[in-house]
């Protein structure tokens, strides 16, 4: 079946070091892939996404890497703050065209200062 | 501009007791979606709509959950008769409808059932 899936439960960094947050799929048809941060008493935020046709793309402070080959996803965070503690989800869409996202089961981000 | 409008915040209630839960999306979003999060199962759809018609409900534990959404501006989740272990945080979300957009979550309704 669909399922997406982290391989770290936590991860715990010190501040200003740079984190990296993997993820799994196992959907060769997903094309969309969506990083999102959850903090305690939030719902999810949308981070960066980027479509199977690329292999990065970067935001402010973000980086996600995408390797089609291997089904593999991940989130980097440069200069990592305490205000990036958080669970991080990353999500495919399975190539649903109702916008449909299989979410995993997300990595908890912790921040030392 | 408001993001997606969920009510109420906390609910506390007793075992088969009818909840209702009540999610506004954004303005000009046609799809809708109802997840549930608990530390057990993580982020789980239940639901979605897109211009206000149920497309997915497979993820609905069973029949004591239903959804409606009568227009583009609201959506209910209800639960007849609740019990202890419909405990979790129920989250609403809402985007355009597109394979490649993301969707935007509302604060969530922490439900309690005793």
């Known amino acids: 079946g669909e399922s997406v899936g982290l391989h770290l439960p936590t991860l715990s960094v010190q501040e200003g070091d740079n984190s990296i947050i993997n993820c799994a799929y196992s959907?060769?048809?997903?094309?969309?892939f969506i990083w999102y941060k959850q903090e305690s008493g939030k719902g999810p935020q949308f981070i960066i996404d980027?479509?199977?046709?690329?292999d990065k793309r970067q935001g402010q402070r973000v980086t996600v890497l995408l390797n089609k080959t291997v089904k593999h996803l991940s989130l980097q965070i440069a200069a990592t703050q305490p205000g990036d503690s958080a669970v991080y989800f990353c999500a495919e869409n399975g190539n649903n065209q109702g916008g449909k996202l299989i979410f995993g089961q997300g990595t908890e981000l912790s921040v030392k200062p | 501009d408001a993001g997606v409008i969920q009510s109420p915040r906390h609910e506390v209630t007793e075992m088969g007791q009818e909840v209702t839960l009540r999610c506004k999306p954004i303005?000009?979003?046609?799809?809708l979606f109802w997840y549930r999060q608990t530390m057990m199962r993580g982020l789980e759809l239940l639901i979605y709509f897109n211009n206000n018609v149920p497309i997915d409900d497979s993820g609905m534990p069973e029949d004591r959950f239903s959804a409606k959404m009568p227009n583009a501006s609201f959506s209910t989740l209800k639960i007849q008769p609740s019990e202890p272990r419909d405990s979790a945080v129920y989250f609403c979300?809402?985007?355009?409808?597109?394979?490649?957009?993301?969707?935007?979550f509302g604060p969530g309704t922490r439900l309690t059932v005793l």
């Open positions: 980027i479509r199977s046709n690329m």
């Open positions: 303005s000009g979003h046609n799809s």
């Open positions: 979300a809402s985007s355009t409808r597109s394979t490649y957009n993301e969707q935007f």
């Open positions: 959907n060769s048809a997903s094309d969309y």
